[in-house]
């Protein structure tokens, strides 16, 4: 089974400030990742996703995300955050055989206006 | 596209009674649909795979006979908590995999909250 580790429990920036957020996996065959978002009071929506093909990914909102397969890595980011980024980022993988995602702990991006 | 829709979106009720959770695929049709509980500042745990026609898989610890999972349509899944207790009071997920070529994702419903007294 795969494991997901997000190292970051809590990130608090100012706005237009750069947002990294870490994602590992531990897993050995062909995995498929995912970012979502839970903005406060509201339900997990799909950032972004990378399957296969170009490793640096774009998602809605002006995210990205880059694979780095040697590193088992896919970090978010976003070169300027807004008040309205605030909210619970969970990164997210499945292996490419299994419908069942494992997700991360989470990580809390409070931005500060 | 790809909206899943939960119903009740908060349910209280008193200990010992049984609660029916709806999910539905609102513009696709899923013949996989998972069931996940949120506790306050952590992850999602996944409780169950609910598998259209057949009978749903549970996770490790996860007891089958208390979390009833029926999938009986392509797009509507239902979760019974049954003989609820207040250590089942919990936020309850559902998502619903859209499968797609190269593109297989999981999208998901508002989630319930569930208050047992």
């Known amino acids: 089974a795969q494991s997901v580790s997000q190292h970051n429990h809590h990130v608090i920036l100012s706005e237009a400030a750069s947002l990294e957020l870490g994602c590992n996996y531990s897993?050995?065959?062909?995995?498929?990742l995912f970012w979502y978002v839970q903005y406060p009071g509201q339900h997990l929506q799909l950032l972004l996703k990378y399957f296969s093909g170009d490793p640096l990914v774009k998602g809605i909102k002006g995210f990205e995300a880059e694979f780095i397969k040697s590193k088992f890595s896919f970090n978010l980011r976003k070169p300027s955050v807004q008040w309205s980024d605030t909210a619970e980022y969970f990164c997210?993988?499945?292996?490419?055989?299994?419908?069942?995602?494992?997700f991360g702990a989470g990580t809390t991006v409070t931005v500060r206006a | 596209g790809a909206v899943v829709s939960q119903h009740p979106s908060r349910v209280i009720c008193k200990s010992g009674t049984s609660v029916k959770i709806e999910c539905r695929s609102l513009d696709f049709q899923a013949t996989t649909m998972f069931w996940y509980r949120q506790f306050p500042k952590k992850s999602l745990m996944l409780m169950a795979t609910s598998n259209e026609g057949s009978k749903a898989t549970y996770e490790q610890g996860v007891e089958k006979d208390k979390f009833l999972i029926n999938h009986a349509s392509l797009t509507l899944s239902t979760l019974t908590v049954t003989s609820a207790h207040p250590e089942d009071s919990s936020f309850y997920i559902c998502?619903?995999?859209?499968?797609?070529?190269?593109?297989?994702?999981?999208?998901f419903g508002p989630g319930t909250r569930l208050t047992v007294l």
């Open positions: 997210a993988v499945n292996a490419d055989d299994d419908y069942k995602l494992s």
């Open positions: 897993y050995g065959g062909t995995v498929n």
């Open positions: 998502s619903a995999h859209h499968r797609g070529v190269g593109t297989d994702t999981q999208y």
